[in-house]
């Protein structure tokens, strides 16, 4: 049901009389949970409620706050610059963290790490993984290396599937992906310049042994005609 079909009922139902002045609606779209924070106007006990309000029209008191849950895949996206290798060179990457929430369980998220529970509770030990990794590694391997990268990502994969566990935080962790690797500008074109100077050095070397090959060959001819 899209959002104008849902406004047009609850429209529909307060000229009705059906809902009270004191209630509004909770209306979760696909894909998402509401959670449900008791706030009493006068007395009596709040607090989360324990059920999720799945996708569909309910209803809540006036004094109830609604927070919304996406329960979908979520990806989380994680920018490093100018971190550096093994042997001390800075390299900048993007990280990925794919997650998806619990269904059902998102009133216990709520209640024990808030709406921002990955800022608060992931994203550090999300970002410290990260740069442990690729502080083993040298640059090469970082850059050229395949098999490094998804060792990388399946390591850090279960080290935060351990974290979440330990901790219960109500949360799937799906997969994290690793971008390309580039060091700076100025160490690409270092590089360029090393590899066209050795490039250089080979060819001047071939050069000279096809010259000293030569020389060698017209001295055995003059040789040879000279003793003839």
């Known amino acids: 049901m899209n959002k104008i079909i849902k406004l047009a009922l609850i429209t529909f139902l307060a000229l009705s009389g059906l809902i009270g002045c ?3 609606i909770v209306s979760p779209d696909g894909g998402e949970e509401a959670v449900l924070v008791k706030k009493p106007l006068f007395f009596g006990l709040g607090g989360v409620h324990p059920e999720a309000i799945p996708t ?13 849950y996406n329960i979908k895949p979520m990806q989380s996206t994680e920018q490093f610059t100018d971190l550096f290798t093994s042997d001390n060179v800075p390299v900048s990457f ?24 990955y800022e608060t509770k992931v994203k550090e030990v999300f970002r410290t993984t990260v740069r442990s990794f690729a502080k083993q590694h040298p640059i090469f391997k970082l850059t050229s290396s395949q098999e490094v990268i998804e060792e990388g990502q ?3 994969h279960e080290e935060l599937k351990k974290y979440v566990e330990e901790e219960g935080i109500p949360v799937e962790i799906l997969k994290v992906v690793i971008g390309r690797v580039t060091p700076p500008e100025k160490v690409v074109t270092q590089t360029e310049e090393t590899a066209a100077q050795k490039q250089r050095y080979r060819t001047e070397t071939e050069r000279a042994k096809a ?4 020389k060698t060959a017209e001295e055995n001819r003059a040789i040879s005609d000279k003793a003839y």
Not at 56 to 68: S, V
Not at 96 to 108: C, D, E, I
């Open 56 to 68: 569909g029209l309910q209803y809540k008191a006036f004094t109830t706050e609604a927070f919304y």
């Open 154 to 156: 399946v390591s850090i």
């Open 211 to 214: 010259e000293l090959a030569r």
């Open 22 to 24: 004191g209630d509004v």
């Open 94 to 117: 993007n990280a990925f963290l794919h997650v998806q929430l619990n269904q059902g369980k998102t009133p216990t998220l709520h209640e024990k790490f808030g709406p921002k529970w």
